[in-house]
Structure formats: C-alpha cells, structure tokens
C-alpha cells in the first residue's frame, strides 16, 4: 500500500530530472526523465517502512530514514536529491512537493503553536540546542575570516565565502549610516564578527548580546585579539533584559537572530528595540524571511535544527514593528545569496567530513548535511529568501535619498 502510495506520489513530483528507487524487496523504479540542469539520483530503501515514512511527512520521513541510515544514496548525494524534489516543484508555480499530508499538518500547526510561548528560559534552551553544540563545527564550516553564521551578499566580482561575509558586514554598515563614538547593541552576536567589524573600521563602542555560552566565550576571544576590548563588550543577556536595564543605544542591528523569537513574541522585540533605540537612531534587521504569507515552522526544522524558531513573512514583521512607531526607511529583498553562502557551507562540510564525524558521528553528519540542503534548496526554489529592513524613529535620522548606501 505505501509502496503504490510512493510510486503515485514520485510520478507527479518528479517530471525533470531522474531519481531511481530500488525498494527493500528488490524491486526498482524510475522516475522523471533526463533534463539539462537537474540531478540524477539514485536511492536505495533498506526496509519497507521507508515508503511508508515519506508519504506521512516527506521532509521528516525521508530525513529521518536518511539519518538512520534507511534511505541511502548510491548515485548523487543529499544536496541534490532535496534539489531535484525542489525544482519539480518551485514556490512560484504554487507547488509544494514535500508537504505532509492533512493529519500531519494539523498535528505540526498544534505543535507549532505550543512551542511559540519562547520565554527567557525557553529561548536559552533553544539557542543551546543549535549554537552550543561546539564552536569546532562552525570553524570547519564557517568563513575563518568573520565566522558569519548568517546570509552573505554577493555582488558582482565576490568568489569566495570569506569576500562575501565581509561585504555583507560593510552592507550593513552602511545602512547604519555611523559614526564614530556610537554606541552599538547587537541583538545576537553570534561570534562576534559584527561587533569587531564595526568597532575596527567605524571606531564605535558596541555592546553584543548572545544566549549561547559557546558563542559568548569564542566572541571575547576573537575581540581580545582583534585588539578592540576597548570598544567591544560582550554579554551573555536577553534583549528584554537589556530593554529593561534602561540602557539606549544610537544604532541597533541584529542580523540572523528575529528566526529565533518565536511569533509570539514579535511585539515583545521590537516593543523593546524602540525602547532601547535613541531618538534620532538607526535599526537594521537582517532575517530570513517568507516570501508568501504566514506558515509554519515544519517537523524537522522543528525536532532537530531550530526548536522555537520561526520564519516570519514580512508582513507580520512590519506589522509587528509599526505598533512601535518605528518607520521601515528601507526594506531590500535578498533572494538568492543565502542559497550560495550556505552552499559553501555544504563544500566545507563536505571537505570535513571524517572531521565532523570524529566530533560526533556519521547520524550527526547525516542529519546537518541534509539540514542545509534542505536550506540551500528552499531559498532557490522554495518560498525564502532574506529581508534587510532599516528602521528609524525620527524621519530626518538618514539622508533623504538613498545614494549613501552606494559609498564605500
């Protein structure tokens, strides 16, 4: 029953491109046909519950039965087996190849909902899971120049990972509109490739805030010997701790953290940035973003990547935000840049993979390697991309017309 099930459902999800299955019971199918530009994937089931697993949810099922080692692939490899699903399917065209079905989605929406709460000790919890699982998986990942665990921005004439992140730091810079002698918050740190940029070639005094202990003690360090301990402090504080401390600040940027708010707690954030922000000051958020209206956070991101996180639509962040009397200056779209960072990310995991396994093990391996194809795959073919908006409280904070953001 779930074998026919499967088969239905690989005939309508896979025109372009080839993906072989060969069935537990030794049985082999095709599907698809050979087009310019997409994979050609080979599986193999090793029990007969597979078939089953995708069908209740195809994006928990078949992650799941590929952690375990259920779902092997013997042509290909993981990055291209999501992309050949995704490009059958792209968000444009209105098609979702991986939903789960009806049951399932109801129990996830339930799930979902319960898990928006992400109060101070729940957002600590949360952000443990994924950012304090060990700095040596983000140094084989990352870029060794600004550790940037977040979307970089690729204009034309950048190659590399590391030229990337250093040109989404100077983006960002500019949109902040500085100058020297600032004072800084940076909502979510991470390891403090921010905060050093900032202090170093703008001569501003910024002040970090992170939940991961890992990233907090790595962030000190890299400040220390980047030479600007002076000018960078970094804690290990909630925002709405910091909002309450009464403290101001005139530039706020938080790049990569608002994912992990919790819808619920969209008003509580930007409540507590407007409180924090000086009256003539400048905001610049930088989140992934939905492109289409609000949704869910589905099963797997859910269970093993990002528990409590979610993906807003940028309706719901202005919406949220307006309630504050914070103008969106600017808002820019970025659609595929964090598809091409977090491929790079992928070839640097790939090229540590004996590494990555003696930190953990190959289940570990198998399940963050699907985790970014599944991400990389989503911003060029699914319904994500990243969205910058500047936010300022008095409308003569920046220049009238946009050509600052075009210097340097």
Known sequence: MSK?????????????????????????STYGASAEGFPEIVLRFTDNAVPRDIILDPRLGA?????DGRLLIEEGDVMGLVGLLRMNGPWE?????LRPGVLKRFINTAAFAAEQINNRVGSKKNVAHHYDIGNDLYALMLDAEHWQYSCGYWPEGVTTLGGAQEAK???????????????????????GGMAIHLAKNHNVHVTGITLSEEQAALARQRVQAAGVADRVTILLEDY??????GRRFDRIVSVGMFEHVGRAQFETFFEACARMLADDGVMLLHTIGRFGEPGTTDAFTRKYVFPGGYIPALSETVAASEKFRLIAADVETLRLHYARTIRAWYAN????????IALYDEK????????LAGAAT???????????????????AVPITRDYLLKG
């Not at 500019?174 to 800084?184: A, C, E, M, T, Y």
Request: charged share 25%.
């Open 4 to 28: 026919s099930l499967l088969d239905r459902f690989l005939s309508r999800a896979v025109k372009q491109g080839r993906l072989g299955i060969v069935f537990a019971d030794g049985s082999a």
């Open 349 to 356: 995991c790939m090229e540590h993979k004996d590494k990555i």
């Open 364 to 371: 570990f391996f198998r399940m963050w390697t699907f985790y």
């Open 169 to 191: 730091l100077k983006h960002i810079a500019r949109k902040l509109h500085l100058s020297p002698g600032q004072d800084v918050l940076d909502i979510g740190c991470g390891w």
């Open 378 to 396: 989503v911003f060029e073919h699914g319904g994500m991309g990243n969205y910058q908006i500047q936010y300022i409280r008095s409308r003569h």
């Open 63 to 67: 992650a799941e039965a590929f952690i």
């Open 93 to 97: 065209r209105g098609n979702d190849n």
């Open 240 to 245: 709405r701790d910091t909002a309450a401390s």
